[in-house]
C-alpha cells in the first residue's frame, strides 16, 4: 500500500479511536444502550417495586415538550402552574419546544433519544410512533380518567390493538364548511355554492388531493377504508372497497369538483386567494373570521347529487389531537412525564387552551361548557361529526397514496370524459396497494 | 510494497503480497533482538537506537489501538455478524434498550477499518527497523530527532497539510458511505429501527425490490425517475450552456453601453440565497400566486393553470426556471473565455469574408466547447444530482398512484432518496438508490471524460 | 474598424444593437420581477392587510409590520440569523485554510499515492450527498453536536470534507510558476516557509474566491441543517427556520414575513457577493476550464 497515504490515515485512525472512546463515555445512553439488557434488567427489577410511595424523590432533569408554535406560551404557563401545584417535581427542568403536529412524528421516528419526552401529534401518526417504539403506554393510574373524562372517539384514536397510548387533546381534527354569507346562498349543496362562487368570480377551496379531506367523498358515497392493527402497532389487514361502483361515484364527483372554474385545491386559509368558501378545520376559525368578516359563517359539509342521480351528504374523517409519553430509561422520570401529560390534557387545561387558541377539546365536561358550545365553528364540526367516520389507524403510505390518487384528478389524468372503467382501473389499483401495506 | 503505486508499472497485487511477505520474513529472521522485540512492542527498535520521536509515534499508536480494541472496539466487532440479539424490553414501566443495530454496524466497520490500519502500522514498523538496521551495518548515521520532526515543515510537509483533512474526509465522508453501502444489505427501515428495534443482514433482497416490476414493486417507478433524472440533467447543462453562451455574446456585442449593468443584474440569481428566491418563485406560480392571479384579473385566463400539479408543465417550469438560476453562471464563464479568444482568428476569419455566424460556428462555438468541455461534465453530474431547484419548487410532487415509493412525477434520485430517508424512514432502500445515484454518475463520467477532446487531444486547439 | 466601415455596415450595427437593447431590457425585466415581488410583499402588513397569498403585488399600504415582527420576542429570527452569520463566518475562514492545504500539497509535492489520492476523492465525491444523513447524524450525536450543539456540529461536517473541493485552487496554484519555489528552496527557505510566505500572498483572489463560496452556502442550507438541529429552535439556521413559514401549515399567513426575513438574509449576502464579484468571476472561470 501506499505509505504516504496510509501515515495520514494513520494519523486519523488514532484520534478518531479517542474520539469515538469519549463519544462511548460521555453520551451515558449510548453505554446503556450496549449492555446487555438482561443484566440491567436484573439489576434493575428491585428498586422498581419499591417506587410507590408517596414521598420519593423524584430526582432532576430536563424533559423537553413539544407544541405546535402558536401554543407555546400557552404550554409555558401551564407548565408553571403545573410545578407550582406539584412541589415534588421540582427537580425537573421542562422546556418547551415549538415543533408542529406535522414535523413531530418524523423527527420522533428519526431519534426517539433526541426526541421530546412529551409531544403533540395528529392521531394519524400513532400506529407509526407505536411500532418505531415513540409512545410509552398511558400509565395505569391515569387509564381510568383518560377513558371516562374524554369522547369515546378520541379515546379510540389514542388506542392501538387495545392498549391506550396517548392522552387525548382536541375533538376539533375535523372539517366543516366556512362559507361567506353574501356570496353562498345555500350551503348544504355543494351545486349551488359553486354556482355562487362561479357567479361571484370567487374560490371555493377543497385539499382534494390529501388522504383526509378525500374520505369526504368516498365515505360520503358509503365507501370503506380502514385498517386493523395488532398490539405492535402494525398493519394486520385493511378493509377498503374503493374499486366499486360507489366508488366510482365518488370520484367522478371529485372531477366535476376539478372542472369548475371556481375550485381551488388546498385546505389553508392563510395560503388562499379571493376566498368565498372552504372546507377547513378550526385551527383556521381566526384567520376565515378576519378575511369574512360580518360575512362569517360555518356549516356541515353541503350534499352533492351523484352521477348515480343519488344525492350524498359528504362526509369525511374525525379526528383528534394527541398528546404522547416517549418510553423512558428512567422510571422517576416517565412518572413526572405522566403526569404532566394527565395535566396538560385535563378538562381546566384543555377549556383555557380554547380560550386561548380556540382549539376544541376532547374532554366531554369541558365541551359542555357555554363558551365552547356557543363556538360557531365547533358547532359547525359538532353538526359534521354525526356524518363522519372517526379517524382510526392508517399506514403512513396512505396518505401519499392518496395524494397521488387526488393528484391524478388534478393533472387531468381522468377528466370528465373519463369512461367509468377508465376510473374503476385507477381505484383498483388505488385498492390493490392500500391492501398491500396490511400485513 | 510502497513504491510500486506510485511507479507506473502495476504489479499483481499477489505479487506485492508476496514480496511484503518475504520481507517481513527476512526482517525477522535476520534482524537482531531489538527488531524482534519491535514485533511485539512497536517502535522499541527505533527508541533503542535513538530515534526515539519515530519510535514513540508507534508506541502510541499502539497503545491507542489497544486501548480502543479492549475498552470499546472488541465488544463491537463481536456483534457485527448479527448486528445485535438483545431486545428492547420493559422492566415495569422502565424501558430497558438492548442492542443498538445502527451503532453496532458502524462501529464495527470503524474497527475493522482500524485494525486493518493497524496491520499497516506493524508493517511500516518493521519496515522501519529494517532500514535503521541496514544504514547502522552499512556505518551509516540515522537522522537527528530534530530532524526528523522538522522534515514535517519541509519534505514531509505534505503530510503534516493534508493530515486534517485526510481525517475529516475518513470520519465525516469515508466512514458514513462504506456504513450506507452496507446498510443497503441490511432490513433497516421503519418497522428496524435502532434502539427499540434490531436490523439485520438481508443479503440482497433490498437489490432484488428494487428491480421487480409487480405493481408494488419498485422497479418501474425507479425507471420512471431515473429516466427524467437523465433527461432533466440534459436539458438543464445545455439548455442553460447554450441560452448562457448567447446572453454572454450578446453583453459582449460591440456597442453595447452599460456591459457591467447586465450583468450584474443577472448575477443576482447566484447572490440570493436560492432558499429565499426560489421558494418565492414556487408561490408565484402557485395555484393562488400572483401569475394566476393576473391572468385571471386580466380575463386572459378562467381558471388558474396548474403549474406545478400537471406533471409535464410542472417539468417544463422546472426547467425553464432552472434557466433563470443556471444562464448567470454560465454567462460570467462564457464572459471571461470569450476574451481569451486570439482576436487574429476572426481577423483571418473576416479576411476570408465569414459572415459573423459562420464566425461563431467555425471559431467561438468550437473554441467554447474545447474549452468548457470538464465544465460541461461537472454541471451535468451537477445537475444529475441538483437537490435544490427540484426540491424547492415541487419537492419532487406532483404524485400518482402509479409510482410507489412515494415517488413524484418531478423527482430526481436524489430528491427520492431525500425524501425517503426523512419522510420514510426507508433507510434500506434510500442506500439502494444512492448506490444507484453513484453508479450513474460514475458511468456518465467515465463515457463522456473518454469523449472530451480536451481529454483525447491534450495540445487539441492551440 | 469603425471608420473603415461603410454607413449601411453602421446602420445595421445600429439596428441589431436596438434588438439587443429590447433583449437585454426583457431579459432584466424577468431577472428581476421575483425580487420585486419579493420587496413588494414584504412591505404587505400581515397585521392590517394580510399575510398569505394576494393577486396583486403592490401593497395597499407600506408597512414596517413584517420586519418589526422579526425583531420581535415571538421568534428567535435574530438568534437563527446569528447561527447563520457564526457558521458562515467560521466556515469560511476554516474551509479556505484546508482548502489551500490540500491545493498546495497537491500542486507543488509530489509523494508517493497522490494520483491514488486524488482518484479516491474523485470517486468519493460522486456518492450523493444526502446519502450520509442519517449516519453524519449519528456521528454528530456521539460527540453531542446536535440540537442545543448543532451550530458547532454543522461547521464540523461542512468544514470536515471541504478537502475534497480543491479543484479551482489547485488549478490556481499549477499556474504560479514552480521556479518561483525553486529559487527559494536554494535560498534554503523550507516548504512551509514557502507556502505561507509566498504562494498565499500572491493567491489573494483565490483565497477570496475560496471563502467568498463557503461563506454563501451555509444561508442555503436547510436539508442537513434541520436534519441535525430538530427540535431545538435555538440552534436553526435562517433557512432551516423559515422554510417552515412556507411549507408547514401551522404558520399560514406567514408568507409575507418570509418575505420580509429573505430580504434580511438576501440584502448582506448580495452586497458581499458584489464587493467581490470580481473574484468570483475569476475563480467560477477558471474552475471552469479546469474542470
Known amino acids: 500500500m501506499n505509505r504516504k497515504l496510509v501515515s495520514a490515515l494513520l494519523a486519523g485512525a488514532m484520534v478518531t479511536g479517542l474520539l469515538a472512546g469519549c463519544g462511548s463515555s460521555g453520551s451515558g445512553s449510548t453505554a446503556a444502550s450496549t449492555a446487555p439488557a438482561s443484566e440491567a434488567a436484573a439489576s434493575e427489577a428491585a428498586p422498581a417495586s419499591e417506587a410507590a410511595p408517596a414521598d420519593v424523590d423524584y430526582g432532576s432533569g430536563d424533559i423537553k415538550v413539544w407544541v405546535a408554535d402558536n401554543v407555546v406560551d400557552f404550554t409555558n404557563q401551564q407548565v408553571a402552574a403545573f410545578k407550582e401545584a406539584n412541589p415534588q417535581f421540582a427537580g425537573w427542568n421542562v422546556s418547551v419546544e415549538p415543533v408542529g403536529e406535522g414535523d413531530a412524528a418524523g423527527n420522533m421516528i428519526t431519534d426517539v433519544e433526541a426526541g421530546a419526552d412529551i409531544y403533540g401529534f395528529a392521531q394519524d401518526q400513532i400506529a407509526r410512533l407505536v411500532s418505531a417504539g415513540a409512545l410509552e403506554e398511558v400509565a395505569p393510574e391515569n387509564v381510568e380518567a383518560v377513558k371516562s373524562q374524554n369522547d369515546a372517539g378520541s379515546v379510540g384514536a389514542a388506542t392501538v390493538g387495545g392498549t391506550l397510548y396517548a392522552y387525548p387533546l382536541t375533538s376539533d381534527n375535523g372539517y366543516f364548511l366556512y362559507y361567506d354569507k353574501s356570496v353562498v346562498t345555500d350551503p348544504s349543496d355543494l351545486d349551488q355554492i359553486l354556482a355562487d362562487c362561479e357567479a361571484a368570480g370567487k374560490n371555493f377551496y377543497m385539499e382534494i388531493n390529501s388522504g383526509w379531506y378525500q374520505t369526504a367523498f368516498f365515505f360520503g358515497t358509503g365507501c370503506n377504508l380502514s385498517y386493523e392493527t395488532d398490539d405492535a402497532g402494525n398493519f394486520t389487514s385493511a378493509n377498503v372497497d374503493y374499486a366499486s361502483d360507489k366508488g366510482v361515484v365518488a370520484m367522478k364527483e371529485m372531477i366535476r369538483l376539478q372542472s369548475s372554474p371556481a375550485f381551488q385545491n388546498g385546505s389553508a386559509a392563510g395560503e388562499a386567494t379571493n376566498l368565498a368558501a372552504i372546507v377547513d378545520g378550526t385551527w383556521d376559525s381566526a384567520t376565515v373570521q378576519e378575511l369574512f368578516g360580518e360575512n362569517y359563517a360555518c356549516a356541515k359539509l353541503p350534499s352533492f347529487t351523484g352521477s348515480d342521480g343519488q344525492t350524498y351528504q359528504m362526509s369525511g374523517f374525525g379526528g383528534f389531537k394527541l398528546l404522547g409519553v416517549k418510553p423512558q430509561q428512567d422510571e422517576n422520570k416517565l412518572a413526572v412525564c405522566d403526569a404532566l401529560a394527565a395535566y396538560l390534557s385535563g378538562e381546566e387545561v384543555q377549556l383555557a387552551r380554547y380560550d386561548a387558541v380556540g382549539w376544541g377539546p376532547s374532554n366531554m365536561n369541558a365541551q359542555q361548557s357555554d363558551a365552547v358550545k356557543a363556538d360557531v365553528a365547533l358547532s359547525a364540526l359538532a353538526e359534521q361529526l354525526q356524518y363522519t367516520i372517526p379517524q382510526g389507524q392508517y399506514p403512513g403510505d396512505y396518505w401519499s397514496l392518496a395524494t397521488g390518487l387526488g393528484d391524478d384528478v388534478r393533472q387531468g389524468n381522468l377528466t370528465t370524459d373519463s369512461t367509468d372503467e377508465e376510473i374503476l382501473a385507477v381505484l383498483q389499483t388505488f385498492q390493490d396497494t392500500c391492501i398491500s401495506y396490511a400485513g | ?462 | 474598424m469603425k471608420e473603415k466601415n461603410t454607413g449601411s455596415m453602421s446602420r445595421n450595427r445600429a439596428i441589431s444593437n436596438f434588438f439587443a437593447y429590447i433583449v437585454l431590457v426583457l431579459i432584466s425585466i424577468i431577472w428581476l420581477f421575483p425580487f420585486f415581488g419579493l420587496i413588494m410583499q414584504s412591505f404587505r402588513s400581515y397585521k392590517s392587510e394580510y399575510g398569505g397569498m394576494v393577486d396583486y403585488i403592490v401593497p395597499k399600504r407600506f408597512s414596517l409590520d413584517n420586519y418589526r415582527f422579526l425583531f420581535t420576542k415571538e421568534t428567535n429570527f435574530t438568534q437563527w440569523y446569528l447561527n447563520t452569520v457564526i457558521i458562515a463566518v467560521a466556515v469560511a475562514i476554516l474551509q479556505t485554510i484546508i482548502v489551500l492545504c490540500v491545493s498546495y500539497a497537491l500542486s507543488r509535492m509530489r509523494f508517493k499515492g497522490r494520483e491514488l489520492l486524488m482518484r479516491f476523492w474523485l470517486i468519493l465525491g460522486m456518492f450523493p450527498g444526502f446519502l450520509t444523513m442519517i449516519c453524519l447524524y449519528f456521528l454528530l450525536k456521539q460527540l453531542g453536536l446536535t440540537q442545543a450543539g448543532a451550530v458547532p456540529g454543522l461547521i464540523l461536517v461542512n468544514v470536515a470534507s471541504c478537502g475534497m473541493g480543491y479543484y479551482v485552487c489547485k488549478g490556481y496554484f499549477d499556474t504560479i510558476p514552480k521556479a518561483l519555489d525553486e529559487a527559494a528552496r536554494i535560498d534554503g527557505a523550507t516548504r512551509a516557509q514557502i507556502f505561507i510566505q509566498m504562494i498565499i500572498p500572491l493567491s489573494k483572489p483565490i483565497v477570496i474566491y475560496t471563502a467568498l463560496v463557503a461563506f454563501m452556502a451555509p444561508w442555503c442550507d436547510y436539508i442537513f441543517a434541520s436534519y441535525v438541529a430538530f427540535g431545538h429552535d435555538k440552534s436553526y439556521n435562517v433557512a432551516v427556520a423559515m422554510t417552515r413559514w412556507v411549507w408547514t401549515n401551522d404558520y399560514q399567513g406567514y408568507f409575507t414575513r418570509f418575505c420580509a426575513g429573505g430580504i434580511l438574509v438576501a440584502v448582506p449576502v448580495t452586497i458581499l457577493f458584489m464587493c467581490l464579484q470580481k473574484y468570483y468571476v475569476e475563480g467560477v472561470t477558471g474552475g471552469a476550464v479546469k474542470g
Not at chain 2, 409535464?312 to 481569451?340: D, E, H, Q, R, S
Not at chain 2, 409510482?403 to 430528491?415: E, I, R, S, W
Not at chain 2, 433507510?427 to 472530451?452: D, E
Request: glycine content about 8%; proline content about 4%.
Open chain 2, 1 to 462: 510494497m510502497a513504491r510500486v503505486h506510485g511507479s507506473k508499472i502495476k504489479k499483481p497485487w499477489t505479487r506485492i503480497l508476496g514480496e511484503n511477505l518475504a520481507e517481513i520474513g527476512a526482517t525477522v529472521a535476520t534482524g537482531d533482538w531489538k527488531t524482534k522485540v519491535s514485533c511485539l512492542i512497536l517502535g522499541f527498535g527505533p527508541i533503542m537506537r535513538g530515534q526515539v520521536a519515530k519510535g514513540l509515534i508507534f508506541l502510541l499508536l499502539e497503545v491507542a489501538f489497544i486501548a480502543y480494541m479492549a475498552g470499546f472496539g472488541a465488544e463491537y466487532l463481536s456483534k457485527f455478524s448479527t448486528l445485535g440479539t438483545v431486545a428492547t424490553q420493559k422492566v415495569g414501566r422502565k424501558t430497558v434498550y438492548g442492542d443498538n443495530s445502527f451503532l453496532i454496524l458502524l462501529f464495527g466497520i470503524l474497527t475493522i477499518i482500524i485494525i486493518a490500519l493497524f496491520i499497516l502500522v506493524w508493517r511500516m514498523n518493521l519496515r522501519e527497523n529494517y532500514v535503521e538496521e541496514k544504514l547502522l551495518k552499512e556505518g551509516k548515521h540515522l537522522p537527528a530527532n530534530r530532524k526528523f520532526l522538522a522534515s514535517f515543515l519541509d519534505e514531509n510537509f505534505d503530510k503534516t497539510l493534508l493530515a486534517l483533512p485526510c481525517l475529516g474526509i475518513f470520519v465525516f465522508t469515508v466512514l458514513p458511505i462504506i456504513f450506507m453501502i452496507c446498510v443497503a444489505f441490511t432490513n433497516y427501515d421503519k418497522n428496524h429501527q435502532s434502539p427499540t428495534n434490531l436490523f439485520t443482514w438481508v443479503g440482497l433482497a433490498n437489490f432484488r425490490s428494487l428491480f421487480s416490476f409487480g405493481s408494488n414493486g419498485f422497479g418501474s417507478t425507479f425507471l420512471t425517475v431515473l429516466l427524467w433524472t437523465l433527461i432533466w440533467a440534459f436539458f438543464a447543462t445545455f439548455i442553460d450552456y447554450f441560452l448562457g453562451l448567447a446572453v454572454a455574446l450578446l453583453i459582449n456585442k460591440k456597442g453595447i453601453k452599460f456591459k457591467k449593468l447586465w450583468r450584474t443584474i443577472l448575477v443576482l440569481t447566484i447572490a440570493v440565497p436560492q432558499f429565499v428566491s426560489l421558494l418565492y418563485i414556487m408561490k408565484m406560480f402557485g395555484n393562488d400566486g400572483i401569475v394566476n392571479g393576473y391572468l385571471m384579473k386580466w380575463g386572459w385566463i378562467s381558471s388558474p393553470i396548474p403549474f406545478w400539479t400537471n406533471p409535464t408543465l410542472a417539468k417544463v417550469m422546472i426547467v425553464v426556471i432552472n434557466i433563470w438560476v443556471g444562464i448567470p453562471y454560465m454567462m460570467l464563464i462564457a464572459t471571461g473565455l470569450l476574451m481569451n479568444i486570439p482576436e487574429d482568428l476572426y481577423e483571418s476569419a473576416r479576411m476570408d469574408g465569414a459572415n459573423p455566424v459562420q464566425m461563431f460556428f467555425k471559431i467561438t462555438l468550437p473554441y467554447m466547447l474545447f474549452v468548457t468541455g470538464p465544465f460541461l461534465l461537472t454541471s451535468f453530474t451537477g445537475n444529475l444530482n441538483n437537490f435544490n431547484v427540484i426540491y424547492l419548487l415541487t419537492q419532487g410532487r406532483p404524485q400518482s398512484v402509479k409510482l410507489t415509493g412515494n415517488a413524484g412525477y418531478t423527482d430526481l434520485l436524489v430528491t427520492w432518496l431525500y425524501k425517503m430517508t426523512v419522510n420514510d424512514t426507508n433507510y434500506k432502500m434510500a442506500a439502494v438508490i444512492g448506490i444507484m445515484v453513484f453508479l450513474v454518475t460514475a458511468v456518465v463520467s467515465l463515457v463522456v471524460y473518454n469523449m472530451l477532446p480536451s481529454v483525447k487531444d491534450e495540445e487539441g486547439f492551440q
